[in-house]
């Protein structure tokens, strides 16, 4: 195994989180693409920009069309995929774990004081202007671009991509609660500020970042049936279920497979201890942390809003849509389900109404 340690440098770091460094000819390209396309609104106001079949934000928009122009994978990279609140965050933990555990142990890791969104970069949202930024130690970023629309240097190279979805019941919720604190809105009371019903109505036509889920998680699996050596596909719920089965499969996939010896040193468990919902929420720099929002005052290309890191540890469980929605949305969610999958050969691990 020591082949794939070698794939990193020795003194292993995270990515150390830089201000966005504005550069005015590519932001001026973009902003002119962004003047010829649809805008819409979504449920919380913020301007959605309709591009290649699906809805992004502005700063998401902007990003994924750096990334579509700049970014240059690493021959042994892996991305990390998903939609947003499906478990993104847990995978990006497990994976980073899993691909230095050769340099750090559970003790020393840098997941335990830098926050995972660091350590793990989106290659949309953090490197726009420097995509230098992906010079990594640890050859692994992830994405919330769907399939069809990321860099062709990565569809057409050999990178490993790892997909995960949820339930769109919990994602939902999730990501209702999820954005209200992006926006700002963590009051308790301002939660009624976009009612369930109306964040439902958004989600269901896909008036949302990465836009329509179904159709997100459809490009990824389909991708993955056409070549199951490049794409895994996970479900969030398996992951839960079966962690230990699923961060062995992970580990192999991606060329980093535990040996016997490291299984017998409960080096697996010892992972997704160090991984788990309720030591990474517990940490200091999960809980007193503030990142970027993707909504916010643009001052000379930078971002201004920023808001907590721990907006990305609510809860992690499987099945919290039935301590909010109605059965009439639930009903509604899981019959576009239904639909959307129909003939596709997926089936979502969906947690029953009632």
């Known amino acids: 195994m020591e082949s794939s340690s070698s794939k990193m440098n020795h003194s292993l770091k ?10 005015p000819t590519n932001h001026n390209k973009f902003k002119e693409i962004m003047s010829t396309t649809p805008i819409r609104k979504d449920a919380w106001g913020f301007d959605l920009y309709q591009y290649e079949g699906f809805w992004c934000g502005s700063f998401q928009f902007e990003g994924m069309l750096s990334a579509q122009e700049h970014f240059k994978p690493q021959p042994n ?4 995929s998903s939609t947003p609140k499906s478990g993104t965050t847990w995978l990006k933990a497990l994976t980073f774990a899993i691909m230095t555990r050769f340099h750090v142990d559970e003790s020393t890791n840098p997941l335990l004081t830098r926050f995972v969104h660091d350590c793990v970069p989106f290659i949309e949202m953090n490197i726009r202007s420097s995509p230098q930024k992906l010079n990594l130690d640890v050859p692994l970023v992830a994405t919330h671009i769907p ?10 190279s050999s990178c490993k991509i790892v997909y995960i979805c949820r339930d769109p019941k919990d994602a939902f919720v999730s990501l209702w609660h999820f954005k209200h604190k992006m926006s700002g809105k963590e009051e308790v009371s301002a939660m009624e500020d976009v009612p369930l019903e109306d964040a439902l109505e958004f989600f269901c036509q896909g008036l949302n970042a990465c836009g329509l889920y179904w159709d997100h998680l459809l490009g990824y699996w389909r991708a993955s049936l056409e070549s199951p050596e490049m794409i895994l596909f996970l479900k969030y719920e398996d992951l839960k279920n079966e962690t230990v089965f ?3 499969k992970i580990a192999q996939f991606i060329g980093y497979p535990f040996s016997l010896e490291e299984e017998n040193k409960s080096v697996v468990q010892k992972i997704i201890d160090l991984c788990s919902f309720e030591h990474l929420s517990s940490l200091e720099v999960n809980t007193s942390g503030m990142v970027r929002s993707e909504h916010g005052i643009m ?6 809003h920023k808001f907590k890191n721990n907006a990305f540890f609510r809860k992690g469980k499987v099945g919290d849509w039935k301590n909010h929605l109605t059965p009439e949305m639930a009903k509604r969610l899981d019959q576009i389900t239904e639909q959307k999958l129909a003939g596709s050969g997926l089936t979502l691990n969906v947690s029953p109404n009632g």
């Not at 399939?147 to 057409?156: D, G």
């Open 147 to 156: 399939y069809t629309s990321l860099p062709k240097s990565i569809t057409n």
């Open 246 to 248: 699923w961060v062995k």
């Open 77 to 80: 990279q892996v991305i990390l």
């Open 299 to 304: 001052q000379d290309g930078v971002n201004t």
């Open 14 to 23: 995270c990515n150390e989180k830089e201000e966005y460094r504005f550069d």
